[in-house]
């Protein structure tokens, strides 16, 4: 147990859906992130929010959205997913403080694939 | 560019030591990071270096030489359960993230 939890575990949509994915850390830490991970690829971070402000945004496609209503819920919102965006999509969260970063605690995944 | 490389897959018998390599070309550096992920799950924290030398924790132990950026992860008395992928990845500059790909460790009787 990790402590950061992500809903739903697997996800099978078409690419016309709209759906949502959900990401809750019970770590009490200040920074969460959400990355895309496939297969023999290096994990791409997608999205970063710092006391719920978000911080980074790698080039993401607008099809992703990201929602950050406090600093225990992420969610990745999506839409008119393509085929190439089928991957895990693992969330993340740490501590950010004045001596620097701290390490990252994951979530399970969600294992999305888009047809 | 930011570049860090690891060897896709390993293979090594149970019982003994493995050691899984990392070199790293980034802008920067505050410290390197190493994950273990099993198959269908959560990456999870191993190690942290920051400062050259050897950080020893049960059987893993992480090395790091800054001026030639590089790391290894040393796995001893080697169990079918540490066959997993293992991710390096270091903080640059930026305090950001780079991930390398991972190894994939295969442990055989």
């Known amino acids: 147990e990790t402590g950061v939890t992500q809903t739903p575990r697997h996800l099978v949509m078409g690419m016309t859906n709209k759906k949502s994915l959900k990401c809750e850390q019970h770590l009490g830490h200040n920074a969460m992130y959400w990355y895309k991970q496939s297969a023999k690829k290096p994990l791409e971070l997608m999205f970063v929010?710092?006391?719920?402000?978000?911080?980074e945004n790698n080039s993401v496609p607008s099809r992703f959205s990201p929602e950050c209503p406090n600093s225990s819920h992420l969610f990745l919102h999506l839409h008119t997913l393509q085929p190439e965006d089928s991957a895990l999509y693992l969330c993340?969260?740490?501590?950010?403080?004045?001596?620097?970063?701290?390490?990252?605690?994951f979530g399970p995944g969600t294992r999305l694939t888009v047809t | 560019g930011q570049n860090i490389d690891q060897p896709t897959e390993m293979t090594a018998t149970e019982g003994a030591i493995v050691q899984i390599n990392c070199t790293y070309q980034t802008s920067g550096f505050n410290g390197l990071f190493w994950y273990q992920q099993h198959a269908g799950e959560a990456p999870t924290f191993l190690s942290y270096n920051v400062l050259d030398g050897l950080e020893e924790k049960g059987r893993f132990s992480s090395f790091l030489s800054r001026s030639k950026g590089y790391s290894y992860l040393l796995l001893k008395e080697l169990q079918m359960k540490d066959s997993a992928s293992y991710l390096c990845a270091v903080l640059d500059s930026n305090y950001q993230l780079i991930w390398g790909a991972g190894t994939k460790l295969i442990i055989k009787p």
């Open positions: 993340a969260s740490s501590q950010e403080g004045t001596s620097g970063p701290y390490e990252q605690y």
């Open positions: 929010y710092n006391f719920k402000e978000q911080t």
